[in-house]
């Protein structure tokens, strides 16, 4: 049965439920979807496709697609197949790790659950998953929106290319996962007009190179640089660290500064701005995760960039 509730979410669903909602929501659907999961199998969506009853609706498809999702298997590259057949758009957001449907811009469900069959309960062993069923108010469509404005649309050149480095590192051996080719990593480049606070560097540079210490902080750093399983010497962390999101995010916007600099207040308030989570952090945190960052490029030597600390105000200079 379909909760009835007064408030503006249902209760908190198991997967079971969750399919009463998809079910009902996707045989309802008039006009369009927007499919939002980290992770993508095949069987999951021809599963949403079959319980669709206007097979003709328009449909936008995000996943993440990072080099050990598809390595790993956790995503199809065939699903991008299946969606060009359909005439839907399949995108990507590195580092993506939502999971959500919108469906028509009113009926939303969102919770743990990707659009696998074990996410979506199809199998007698399945993921355990818990979800919610909202109607979405016009801040959850522009919060959505935001988020989507930095999804890469996978066209057939670049789906050639991943289908090239899949069958080039078949035989790849855990945990050590291959680089993706300068072609992809081109083909890819992001907007990235948006970004959050997980997307920065939360311990100093000596303790991710202190092998003694161990904390969140800095696991969440070595997930971030994909080093697990590898040292953390000084040139692979510089290549890493060039990956980031945040780095190619402040490559692109001191570009567009006057002169080409920054200076420390000028770029907290800019991170400030540029934040996605809500709430923001305070001031003081910003300023403690930029500061972590400016250690990063100093230390790595990062090459087109110059720091200086006149007058007390750091000065942030592009070179390249």
């Not at 969606?83 to 959500?100: P, Q, R």
């Not at 590192?169 to 990235?192: A, M, S, T, V």
């Amino acid at each position: 049965m379909l909760y009835t509730f007064n408030s503006n979410r249902s209760p908190i669903l198991n997967s079971g439920q969750l399919q009463k909602y998809f079910k009902k929501y996707l045989n309802d659907c008039k006009n369009e979807i927007i499919i939002c999961s980290a992770f993508i199998k095949t069987t999951g969506i021809k599963w949403f496709y079959k319980n669709l009853s206007n097979k003709k609706i328009k449909c936008r498809v995000i996943s993440r697609w990072n080099k050990e999702d598809l390595l790993s298997n956790v995503s199809d590259i065939e699903v991008y197949e299946f969606c060009k057949e359909l005439g839907w758009s399949f995108e990507i957001i590195e580092n993506l790790h939502a999971k959500f449907y919108l469906i028509d811009k009113k009926n939303l469900i969102c919770g743990s659950l990707n659009l696998t069959a074990k996410g979506l309960g199809l199998l007698p062993i399945s993921n355990k998953e818990f979800g919610f069923f909202l109607k979405a108010e016009d801040e959850d469509i522009s919060n959505i929106q935001t988020l989507l404005n930095d999804s890469i649309k996978i066209n057939d050149e670049l789906f050639a290319e991943y289908k090239k480095f899949l069958a080039k590192h078949k035989n790849f051996k855990f945990p050590k996962y291959p680089e993706f080719p300068d072609k992809i990593k081109k083909l890819k480049e992001k907007k990235l007009k948006k970004i959050w606070v997980n997307d920065f560097m939360f311990s100093k540079f000596e303790d991710l190179l202190d092998d003694k210490k161990n904390s969140k902080d800095k696991n969440h750093d070595k997930f971030l640089l994909n080093l697990s399983g590898e040292a953390t010497d000084i040139k692979n962390l510089r290549i890493k660290f060039r990956e980031l999101d945040i780095f190619k995010w402040f490559i692109k916007n001191i570009k567009l500064q006057k002169n080409k600099t920054f200076f420390f207040g000028e770029l907290s308030s800019l991170i400030h701005n540029s934040l996605f989570d809500d709430p923001k952090p305070y001031r003081k945190s910003i300023k403690i995760l930029q500061s972590n960052f400016l250690d990063y490029l100093y230390k790595l030597k990062i090459k087109e960039i110059k720091i200086e600390r006149p007058e007390h105000s750091q000065k942030i200079s592009y070179l390249g």
